[in-house]
């Protein structure tokens, strides 16, 4: 029963109460119950004109076909090549060569034209001539083959290098299927089957954390922390997929207010929701830096050490990531009480540890609530699921409860004590 418009641009989407009710279009309006953004390049913008965060960037992506190449056998496997950040495909009797290159160029830092669909951006000849002569180190073929076409087409790319999927936590019924991060034909028909699912059933159907666009924050909706992230984005891909490794690009977003005294202390800080955080301290002479490995890292000490001071004794943890939450109002305890598996009727001062539980009885979120007054409570969740839960709550508050929840993550720090003499 689908039905399919071509060359028709949609110029907004409608929300109504906080719901997508359709789109407008060139055409003129269209309602719907459901929309999915899945405008490719285009889903940051349009996704932002409707209150929504899709943290993408388009960058350039380079490859090469050759002219013929006599007795290239056909039905070679793909190639790739990570060290040269390369792909190598036969194609027609000719060779494909791609790069996944460490430094890329992201482009359409202003806004994606709206003319330019399946187009082709210009040729930039001293950008893959290193990568060119790897891949002939590798192939050496390739150093006498011609070449017939040098291609440059955009695609987007995420903060995290994995698509975007799911409802927006933002706009209920308005869906995301983009940020497909050059894997978007082979990953079609999945990311269409489980979207699918995910519309009927309510829910997705099976554990998708990783692709879930809930894992968005808002400030990643900005195009210069987008642009610097998609320099490094793209050559993840074929980079090292070292254990622990960590972003380079766009770092230092989210600080806490400790952390001028935390880089004294020797912490090499790692990112979680664009928050710095001290994945481990280096002791006196010792470089902050990971040095990775797929066998012990060089942190292990390290870690070791603060691991024993703090079961033998007492440490001090900066948990200022947390995302934190006040629910306030005369139906306070009552909204909350409907959403925690747990009771939250305590006296004021008390810290409950609880889950939110979906109907299927599954978990949607793991955390405390405090409360800090008869009517006041205080939510402290996990950082990377701040937006996540921050939108559960709000969905499951009956509109005429008289209760507000605000997002405070950012207004208070919070420090941990803990080990055997912690009360000492
Ligand atoms: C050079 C190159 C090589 C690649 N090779 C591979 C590969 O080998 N394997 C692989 O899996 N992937 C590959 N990819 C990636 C793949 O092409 C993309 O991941 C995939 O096309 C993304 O699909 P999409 O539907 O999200 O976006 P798109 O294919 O960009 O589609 C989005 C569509 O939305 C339309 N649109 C945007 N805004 C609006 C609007 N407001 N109203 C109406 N329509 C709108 C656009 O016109 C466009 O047609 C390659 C990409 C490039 C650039």
Not at 124 to 141: G, K
Not at 347 to 358: A, D, E, F, K, R
Not at 374 to 399: G, I, S
Request: hydrophobic share 40%.
């Amino acid at each position: 029963g689908a039905r399919i418009f071509e060359n028709v641009a949609v110029t907004q989407i409608l929300v109504e109460q906080g719901r997508a009710s359709g789109v407008r279009t060139t055409h003129g309006d269209m309602r719907a119950e459901f929309v999915v953004n899945a405008a490719g390049m285009w889903a940051h913008g349009l996704g932002a004109a409707a209150g929504t965060t899709v943290p993408l960037h388009a960058a350039e992506h380079f490859y090469i076909v050759t002219e013929a190449i006599p007795g290239l056998p056909k039905h070679l496997p793909v190639l790739r090549d990570g060290d040269a950040c390369s792909y190598f495909k036969e194609d027609a009797g000719k060779l494909l060569v791609g790069w996944f290159e460490p430094v890329a160029k992201p482009w359409g830092m202003m806004g994606i034209p709206e003319s330019f669909s399946f187009d082709q951006l210009p040729d930039d000849l001293e950008h893959i001539e290193p990568l060119l002569e790897a891949a002939i180190h590798r192939v050496p073929a390739l150093g006498q083959a011609g070449i017939q076409l040098f291609f440059n087409g955009p695609e987007s790319f995420t903060p995290d290098d994995r698509y975007l999927l799911g409802e927006t936590p933002e706009v209920r019924n308005l869906f995301v299927a983009a940020g497909f991060n050059s894997i978007g034909i082979q990953s079609a028909g999945g990311a269409g089957k489980v979207l699918a699912d995910w519309i009927v059933d309510g829910h997705p159907p099976m554990d998708l954390w990783d692709v879930d666009i809930r894992r968005a924050m808002p400030f990643q909706r900005n195009r210069t922390y987008l642009k610097d992230r998609t320099v490094e984005a793209l050559g993840l891909l074929y980079a090292m997929h070292w254990p622990f490794r960590q972003p380079e690009t766009a770092r230092g977003v989210r600080r806490s207010a400790l952390h001028d005294r935390l880089k004294a202390s020797g912490a090499c800080f790692g990112e979680v929701a664009g928050w710095e955080r001290p994945n481990w301290y280096a002791p006196k002479g010792v470089a902050a830096e990971y040095r990775y490995s797929f066998g012990r890292q060089n942190w292990f000490e390290h870690s070791a050490a603060e691991h024993r001071a703090v079961r033998n004794n007492v440490g001090l943890f900066d948990q200022s990531s947390f995302g934190k939450y006040t629910v306030e109002g005369g139906d306070a305890e009552i909204v909350l009480n409907r959403v925690c598996a747990n009771d939250v009727s305590v006296p004021v001062g008390q810290i409950v540890y609880t889950q939110w539980l979906n109907a299927r009885g599954c978990i949607e979120a793991d955390l405390t609530v405090t409360r800090e007054a008869e009517e006041r409570f205080l939510v402290v969740t996990a950082a990377a699921t701040q937006t996540r839960d921050l939108a559960w709550l709000r969905r499951h508050m009956p509109q005429d409860a008289r209760a507000v929840a605000v997002d405070v993550t950012s207004a208070y720090a919070v420090l941990g004590i803990m080990g055997p003499k912690s009360r000492d």
